[in-house]
């Protein structure tokens, strides 16, 4: 059962996500609140596997609290998707670098909700296909002007694997794209966290556009 966190402070929304949440099988909402600090003392208080957080809400933002989730030790295992209204914003590369496993516009579909809070929940990042499509014509205007040297310090296959990533593949999806098992795929982006030191992929996505790893013109 796969136990999640939510935190907006709109009693309406709360409800209805608390509504499609607890309908599934596999999920159910084990805390709610309506502020930064609440949700990260309820983190702390119920150990959810999952947090939807608003990224505005009263009494600091939900930048804030997902810095102060992904600094507590006991917290590790938390994934933390940030919700927000607008179809892009200055936000979303703050929420990644602070550690959030996904990013979604309150309007998306119900079902690619339920998908994100299940792939958070299994390590994987999810972006809205609008948010995505934003992040890259973001890079298209402002490319990365060099390399970073963390990616000498990859190898060939971790360094084709991350920008598989960061182009919003799974590690099913990798396998199959290169021919090894899922397992072997899952084996080579854990390596590739530990020496890029990130959290999750969220931090590979953000460390593979902000390197120049991967080009915007290649996403098509």
Do not use: W
């Not at 136990?3 to 949440?21: E, K, S, Y």
């Not at 973001?138 to 084709?160: D, F, M, Q």
């Amino acid at each position: 059962m796969i136990r999640v966190l939510l935190a907006d402070d709109q009693p309406l929304m709360r409800g209805g996500f608390r509504a499609l949440i607890d309908a599934e099988d596999d999920m159910t909402v084990v805390a709610e609140a309506a502020d930064g600090p609440t949700a990260v003392r309820l983190a702390g208080e119920y150990r959810p596997d999952v947090a939807l957080l608003d990224v505005e809400m009263p009494g600091g933002d939900g930048i804030s609290a997902v810095r102060a989730i992904a600094a507590d030790p006991h917290l590790d295992a938390l994934r933390v998707v940030m919700l927000t209204n607008y179809s892009f914003d200055a936000y979303v590369f703050d929420a990644l670098r602070a550690g959030a496993a996904g990013y979604l516009v309150k309007d998306t579909e119900p079902e690619e909700l339920l998908r994100c809070v299940r792939a958070a929940a299994a390590g994987e990042t999810l972006l809205s296909p609008q948010i995505a499509a934003k992040l890259v014509a973001e890079y298209v205007a402002h490319p990365p002007s060099r390399l970073s040297g963390k990616v000498e310090g990859l190898t060939s296959r971790e360094t084709e694997i991350v920008a598989l990533v960061a182009r919003g593949l799974t590690n099913g999806e990798i396998a199959e794209r290169l021919f090894i098992s899922p397992a072997t795929a899952k084996t080579h982006v854990h390596r590739a966290m530990m020496k890029l030191a990130v959290r999750d992929r969220a931090g590979l996505v953000v460390f593979a556009y902000e390197s120049g790893l991967v080009q915007p013109k290649s996403t098509g």
